[in-house]
C-alpha cells in the first residue's frame, strides 16, 4: 500500500512539476484567478506594488518622507508581488528548475535600464501591463486599450534596437553566462524537497496573518503564489505576446493572452454589472498621453529586459539575476517616478477616464473589447503563418 501511494504522488508529482501546462491552460486560470481576486478585493497589478518596495527604500535611506507608508508586509500590492516571487521559486524547485543565473554584464545593464522604464511607464499609465493593460482593459477602461497600443510599438522598437545591436555591436552583451546551484537531474537533488518545505511554510503564513488579525493579507499573499506557479510551470507571458509576432513569428502566446483577457474581462463585467463592484473601480484617468506614453516606455523597458511587471518578478524566482536587477530598478523607478509626477502636479494631466460602457452601452462595450481581441490574436496568427512582420523569419 505504502509502494503504491508513493507511486500515485510521484505520477502526480510528474504531471505537475516534470511537464509544462499548456499556455491556453494557463490563460483561463490567470482569468479565473484573476476575477475571483477582484470580487475579494481588487484586480492584479504588479506596479503598486513594485512602488511600495520602492518607497519602503527609499524611505530607509532617507531620501523619501511618507508617513502613511504602509509596510511591505501588510500592503495588498507588496504582498501579491511577494507571493508571485515565492510561488515562481516553488515550482522551479519542485520542478528541479531552479539556478542562480548570472548573465554577461551588458545584459545586466539591459535588465536594469528595461525595469527603470517599467517603472516610469507604469506610473504614466496608472499601471503595469497587468494593471494598466490587461486588469484595466478588463474593467472596461479605455487607458487599456490605449495602453495596449503603446506596449506594442515599445516592443517593436525594442526589437529592432535589438537587432541593430546584435549586427553592429554584438560585444555589447556578449561574455560567458553562469549558473549556480542548478539540480544535477531528476532523483538527485534536494531541490523538490526545498520547494515542498517552503510550499508548507507558505500555506502556513495565512494562519499567521489570521492570528495578528490580518486575515485579508494572507489571501493576497495565496492569490500571488497562484500567479507565480501558473506562470513558472507554463512559462505564460505577455512579453512574448506583444513580442515574438515581432521577432520570431510565434503566435502562441499572443493567441493565450487574448483568450485571458475576453475571459477575464467578462468575469469583471458581470461583477460591474450586477453591482457587486463598483463601476468606476479600476478605470484609470490615462485615456491618452498616459496610457499611450506609458505604453511605450514600459514595452521597450520589458522587452529589454526579458519580462514585465510580474514576469520579471517570478524569472527572479526562478534565480535570474537580470530579472533581479529589472524588479529593483522596477520598484526605484517606480517610486522616483510618482514622487515627480506628484511634485509637478502633472498626475491629473495625463489623460481621461472613461468607462466604455457609459459610451458605448454594456453590449457596444464587450464587443468592442471581443474584437480587438479578436483581431490581435487573429493578425498574429496571420502573421505566424506569413512571417510578414517577423524580423527572424
Known amino acids: 500500500m505504502l509502494v503504491r501511494m508513493k507511486g500515485l504522488f510521484a505520477a502526480q508529482h510528474d504531471a505537475m512539476f516534470r511537464r509544462p501546462w499548456p499556455v491556453w491552460g494557463a490563460a483561463v486560470l490567470v482569468a479565473t484567478v484573476n476575477v475571483f481576486l477582484f470580487a475579494f478585493d481588487r484586480p492584479w497589478t504588479a506596479s503598486d506594488g513594485m512602488r511600495n518596495w520602492g518607497d519602503w527604500i527609499l524611505t530607509g535611506l532617507g531620501a523619501l518622507h511618507r508617513p502613511d507608508l504602509i509596510a511591505p508586509w501588510l500592503y495588498s500590492g507588496a504582498l501579491l508581488n511577494t507571493g508571485v516571487l515565492v510561488g515562481g521559486l516553488v515550482a522551479a524547485l519542485l520542478s528541479c528548475e531552479f539556478a542562480v543565473r548570472v548573465p554577461p554584464a551588458?545584459?545586466?545593464?539591459?535588465?536594469?535600464?528595461?525595469?527603470?522604464?517599467?517603472?516610469?511607464?507604469?506610473?504614466?499609465?496608472?499601471?503595469?501591463?497587468?494593471?494598466?493593460?490587461?486588469?484595466?482593459?478588463?474593467?472596461?477602461?479605455?487607458?487599456?486599450?490605449?495602453?495596449?497600443?503603446?506596449?506594442?510599438?515599445?516592443?517593436?522598437?525594442?526589437?529592432?534596437?535589438?537587432?541593430?545591436?546584435?549586427?553592429?555591436?554584438?560585444?555589447?552583451?556578449?561574455?560567458?553566462?553562469?549558473?549556480?546551484?542548478?539540480?544535477?537531474?531528476?532523483?538527485?537533488?534536494?531541490?523538490?524537497?526545498?520547494?515542498?518545505?517552503?510550499?508548507?511554510?507558505?500555506?502556513?503564513?495565512?494562519?499567521?496573518?489570521?492570528?495578528?488579525?490580518?486575515?485579508?493579507?494572507?489571501?493576497?499573499?495565496?492569490?500571488?503564489?497562484?500567479?507565480?506557479?501558473?506562470?513558472?510551470?507554463?512559462?505564460?507571458?505577455?512579453?512574448?505576446?506583444?513580442?515574438?509576432?515581432?521577432?520570431?513569428?510565434?503566435?502562441?502566446?499572443?493567441r493565450a493572452a487574448a483568450l485571458a483577457l475576453t475571459l477575464s474581462m467578462l468575469g469583471f463585467a458581470i461583477l460591474k454589472f450586477t453591482d457587486l463592484k463598483d463601476r468606476s473601480e479600476w478605470v484609470f484617468a490615462a485615456a491618452g498621453a498616459g496610457g499611450l506614453a506609458g505604453g511605450l516606455l514600459f514595452g521597450i523597458g520589458m522587452t529589454l529586459a526579458g519580462g514585465c511587471g510580474a514576469g520579471s518578478i517570478w524569472r527572479a524566482g526562478e534565480g535570474q539575476v537580470k530579472l533581479w536587477a529589472a524588479v529593483a530598478c522596477f520598484a526605484l523607478g517606480a517610486s522616483l517616478a510618482r514622487l515627480a509626477l506628484t511634485q509637478t502636479e502633472l498626475t491629473g494631466k495625463l489623460g481621461v477616464a472613461v468607462f466604455l460602457p457609459a459610451v458605448l452601452g454594456w453590449a457596444g462595450a464587450l464587443m468592442l473589447i471581443v474584437a480587438v481581441m479578436a483581431a490581435w490574436a487573429v493578425a498574429a496568427t496571420w502573421n505566424e503563418q506569413s512571417g510578414k512582420f517577423s524580423a527572424l523569419v
Open 106 to 254: 551588458g545584459e545586466l545593464v539591459k535588465g536594469a535600464l528595461g525595469g527603470l522604464l517599467m517603472g516610469v511607464g507604469a506610473i504614466l499609465a496608472f499601471g503595469c501591463n497587468i494593471g494598466g493593460f490587461f486588469s484595466a482593459t478588463s474593467a472596461l477602461s479605455l487607458s487599456g486599450l490605449g495602453m495596449m497600443l503603446g506596449l506594442g510599438a515599445g516592443a517593436f522598437l525594442a526589437i529592432r534596437y535589438l537587432i541593430w545591436e546584435v549586427e553592429h555591436h554584438p560585444s555589447w552583451s556578449s561574455g560567458r553566462a553562469r549558473v549556480f546551484g542548478a539540480a544535477r537531474g531528476p532523483g538527485r537533488s534536494r531541490q523538490p524537497l526545498v520547494g515542498g518545505l517552503l510550499l508548507l511554510l507558505l500555506l502556513l503564513l495565512p494562519f499567521v496573518y489570521s492570528r495578528a488579525g490580518y486575515v485579508a493579507q494572507g489571501i493576497f499573499l495565496l492569490f500571488g503564489a497562484a500567479f507565480g506557479v501558473i506562470f513558472q510551470r507554463s512559462r505564460f507571458c505577455l512579453v512574448r505576446a506583444f513580442r515574438e509576432p515581432f521577432m520570431t513569428g510565434d503566435a502562441e502566446h499572443t
